[in-house]
């Protein structure tokens, strides 16, 4: 993800990795601002992240998540 690209993204979800992480280490959360080096990302809290290290999810994906959040909440 580029700065630009999360710039629009304000209130979506991302897929972080750290770098050198492993699938386990993924975590979700919500892009909350954007500066001229940090994307913002609310996991919790916020933390500041490298773009590079940032996927966007589809709203389907988004969706899905959700979805099974609340089955695991039944």
């Not at 699938?23 to 940090?38: C, D, F, K, L, Q």
């Amino acid at each position: 993800m580029t700065l630009d690209e999360a710039r629009s993204c304000i209130d979506r979800e991302v897929l972080y990795l750290p770098p050198g992480g492993s699938a386990e280490s993924a975590e979700v959360g919500v892009i909350t601002s954007v500066n001229h080096r940090w994307v913002y990302v609310r996991f919790g809290t916020s933390a500041a992240c490298d773009p590079a290290d940032l996927t966007l999810l589809s709203p389907v994906q988004a969706r899905r998540r959700e979805w099974r959040a609340g089955l695991r909440g039944q």
